[in-house]
Nanobody, 124 residues
């Protein structure tokens, strides 16, 4: 069973930075596609960023491109989301997700494993 635990959320002022971490259990972390999604009350969960294992290619939602960076440390079984130039509209619960299938990195339905989420609040 794969387990994901997010950390690093919190309260930050607009323009500030946060780094989210997602620790993943399992011996084959290096062969998992990893993604970050976020959700605000009353809205559907939306794609933020993803990194595939086959090529280490990264993908970003247009709303975060140039501000957020996803990376992974296969030796530590951790995936990160560095968030810079944060805006109030980035406020959400952020979820880490994993899947062995390396395609469709932006589709929520293509991820089998999810963390419990971490709250990010950006004040104006």
């Amino acid at each position: 069973q794969v387990q994901l635990v997010e950390s690093g959320g919190g309260l930050v002022q607009a323009g500030g930075s946060l780094r989210l971490s997602c620790a993943v259990s399992g011996r084959t972390f290096s062969r998992y596609k990893m993604g970050w999604f976020r959700q605000t009350p009353g809205k559907e969960r939306e794609f933020v960023a993803a990194i595939v294992w086959s090529s280490a290619a990264t993908y970003y939602a247009d709303s975060v491109k140039g501000r957020f960076t996803i990376s992974r440390d296969n030796a530590k079984n951790v995936v990160y989301l560095q968030m810079n130039s944060l805006k109030p509209e980035d406020t959400a619960v952020y979820y880490c997700a994993a899947d062995r299938a390396d395609w469709s990195p932006a589709l929520e339905a293509e991820y089998d494993y999810w963390g419990q989420g971490t709250q990010v609040t950006v004040s104006s």
